[in-house]
């Protein structure tokens, strides 16, 4: 069953080692040693416990925005910059990504919040107790993953509504993608508006949600909305 799989795959990534002895230390310990030996001591960083706190803390908050000025004051860094190198080195070791916001403009999308990723879904769980009942940052975390490898223009969307990502090829808007573990009534016009919002602002009318199950398509206002499993899309 490929949803049994791919529930495997979300819940416990695909770092060879923990398969094998699914043990969370493992992964916790391979966080250690890759900041230690990378980071730390490359850089030669005096705030090491800073620097910790500041990555388990982006790993806990997978798929949210945030801000440099906003980890400068919740961790009393001397300042944004320090902050940004700390990310960077985090980006340049693998272990988290920034995504930024989309803009026309090169200075609003360098200044603008940006939104972070991790490595790995097991990874970022055995790394951070926010999991729990969130599979949907996860599922994000995985479809940002699969996006990364194949596109390198990615961005967020977040203008009269927010939607997951906007992939962009040359001067062209390729595809524009929500994700959502399910729709249901609750959420659905959240979701639904955010997607539209962006379909409206690139002038595009086919937009994709990709859910952990469903199977669907969509009308609204003249636009195709195509209901897609993650793990059907990985496939394709």
Not at 173 to 201: M, P, W, Y
Request: glycine share 6%; charged share 25%; hydrophobic share 40%.
């Amino acid at each position: 069953n490929n949803l049994k799989t791919f529930n495997l795959y979300l819940d416990e990534g695909g770092f060879p080692e923990y398969l094998k002895s699914k043990q969370k230390e493992h992964l916790q310990q391979l966080f250690k040693d890759i900041v230690y030996r990378d980071i730390i001591v490359r850089y030669g960083i005096r705030q090491a416990k800073t620097l910790i706190d500041i990555a388990l803390f982006l790993i806990a908050n997978v798929g949210k925005e945030y801000s440099l000025n906003g980890i400068k004051n919740t961790f009393r860094v001397g300042s944004a910059n320090s902050v940004a190198d700390y990310i960077q080195w985090l980006e340049d070791s693998y272990v988290l990504f920034s995504l930024p916001r989309f803009s026309w403009s090169l200075k609003s999308v360098s200044v603008n919040p940006k939104k972070i990723y991790c490595i790995d879904s097991g990874f970022a769980q055995a790394n951070s107790l926010s999991f729990t009942e969130d599979k949907g940052r996860l599922l994000e975390n995985i479809v940002y993953l699969a996006l990364r490898r194949k596109h390198k223009d990615l961005y967020y969307f977040k203008d009269n509504g927010e939607c997951d990502f906007i992939v962009k090829q040359g001067q062209d808007i390729n595809q524009i993608i929500q994700v959502c573990t399910e729709i249901h009534s609750d959420n659905k016009n959240r979701e639904i508006n955010g997607l539209i919002a962006a379909l409206k602002f690139f002038n595009k009318t086919e937009g994709l949600i990709l859910t952990l199950n469903q199977d669907d398509v969509l009308k609204e206002n003249d636009m195709k909305i195509t209901l897609l499993p993650v793990w059907k899309w990985l496939a394709i």
